[in-house]
């Protein structure tokens, strides 16, 4: 699948966004190796701190569906620009997605690429754990 595909389906995500507090709406298109694709988007609370960001929904879908093996996400925002994703949403998918492409969607459709690797550099993850515990 190519990659502007996906973020037109990151752009359409957005529009189910449930954002009544902040008023910015996020959507996320995450693609298995099988080119299967998980759809997320952010969704607000009125109590923020349980609010759920569009890459973790996208991330948490495809996991509970069993899949385990991803190659990209896209990402697209209100923003007019290229919206990066929060650390906890780098955190969670290099743990749950390794080091994938992430695409960057603006308002033309434009696309940024960059590895996860590069968004999270020194990244904490399960190998560091392992490494730690000695298993």
């Given at each position: 699948m190519d990659y502007k595909t996906l973020a037109v389906k990151a752009v359409e995500a957005k529009k189910n966004a449930h954002?009544?507090?902040?008023?910015?709406?996020?959507?996320?298109?995450?693609?298995?190796?099988?080119?299967?694709?998980?759809?997320?988007v952010n969704v607000e609370t009125s109590s923020y701190g349980l609010t759920m960001c569009a890459e973790r929904t996208a991330a948490f879908k495809a996991i509970s569906e069993g899949e385990r093996k991803f190659t990209a996400l896209a990402l697209a925002s209100d923003d007019p620009d290229f919206c990066p994703p929060c650390g906890a949403c780098r955190q969670v998918l290099?743990?749950?997605?390794g080091d994938?492409?992430?695409?960057?969607?603006?308002?033309?459709?434009?696309?940024?690429?960059?590895?996860?690797?590069?968004?999270?550099?020194?990244?904490?993850?399960?190998?560091?754990?392992?490494?730690?515990?000695n298993k």
């Open positions: 954002a009544p507090y902040s008023k910015f709406h996020v959507g996320a298109a995450l693609l298995t190796e099988t080119g299967k694709i998980y759809t997320g290099w743990d749950l997605c994938i492409d992430i695409i960057f969607v603006n308002h033309q459709l434009e696309l940024m690429i960059k590895k996860l690797s590069e968004l999270i550099p020194l990244a904490f993850g399960d190998e560091r754990l392992k490494k730690l515990t």
